[in-house]
């Protein structure tokens, strides 16, 4: 697995944070977004849309500021940024997996959902998930971090970013229902593990595709589909597999290329020295 600064220029956020103690995914938001703003886009054009052009009709001045902040926080916003540039890649291929979508990568963004998600979906099928439960979760994961008004906020917000994905039913009581995975979504989810540097069966097993809610044979027939597409690229020999994305490598490649170059001159100055 790669090495927290790298991951961070893959557009990872491993520090503790959390969007989620002012919104959910803002599943709603970042659809609009999405019709105003095109792929290819520089993260000026998305900050343009949200602050200037107000596409997502906020009151204010002010409120177009935090919506465009958070929107950023949890999915990039920067075709740079290769988790940004996954997440639009695959959403303009498959619109049912957009809510799935949405939820990997802001997950991949924000350490609280990152944390918190697992074990509400690990609940058995039909249990019932009350913010309270949420808030006891969030108390143990971080003993005494935020307030009692800011822990039932927060609960608030993640069961109901589980609700707009699918994952959970119910606008008072939430119940824990299946939801079958997309393709997209298994692609994407394999994506992220590929970036961390999950290589063979552990990107199976990563915590992305563990989002997905799907046995290991299911998350294969999904990914042969979305190769067979040509999302991606997956071969498989008995129980050995391996991916490609060969429309993002270069992506990743190019910002993975400076801290290589970085690596390399460090070491001639050390022999030099040396």
């Known amino acids: 697995m790669r090495d927290q600064a790298t991951l961070k220029r893959l557009g990872f956020m491993t520090q503790q944070g959390s969007t989620h103690t002012a919104r959910t995914l803002m599943l709603s938001e970042l659809n609009t977004l999405f019709e105003h703003v095109p792929a290819e886009a520089d993260k000026d054009a998305y900050q343009a849309a949200i602050r200037d052009a107000n596409c997502l009709a906020k ?15 949890l999915y990039g916003l920067d075709p740079a940024n290769p988790i940004h540039a996954g997440l639009r890649y695959f959403w303009s291929r498959d619109e049912a997996a957009r809510p799935q979508l949405a939820l990997l990568a802001a997950a991949a963004r924000d350490s609280l959902l990152r944390d918190l998600a697992p074990a509400i979906l690990a609940k058995p099928l039909g249990t019932s998930i009350t913010r309270e439960s949420v808030e006891e979760a969030i108390e143990q994961h971080w003993p005494g971090r935020f307030s009692q ?5 927060t609960a608030q ?3 109901s970013s589980l609700v ?5 039913l119910g606008r008072i009581k939430k119940v824990r229902v299946h939801l079958e995975p997309a393709t997209a979504a298994v692609a ?4 992220l593990a590929w970036l961390q540097g999950g290589r063979g069966e552990l990107l199976l097993q990563s915590p992305w595709c563990k989002l ?3 046995s290991h044979d299911r998350l294969l027939e ?10 991606m690229v997956m071969r498989r020999v008995d129980n050995v597999i391996d991916v490609d994305f060969p429309a993002l490598a270069p992506l990743v490649t190019q910002v993975l290329k400076p801290a290589e170059t970085d690596t390399a001159t460090q070491q001639e100055i050390f022999h030099e020295q040396g």
């Open 188 to 191: 994407y989810a394999l994506y």
């Open 222 to 231: 999904l990914a042969a589909q979305a190769s067979s597409k040509g999302w």
């Open 149 to 153: 008004a800011t822990r039932k906020s």
């Open 157 to 159: 917000n993640i069961n």
């Open 164 to 168: 707009q994905v699918g994952y959970l």
């Open 59 to 73: 009151r204010s001045g002010r409120t177009r500021q935090l919506t465009a902040s958070h929107l950023a926080d």
């Open 212 to 214: 997905l809610d799907a």
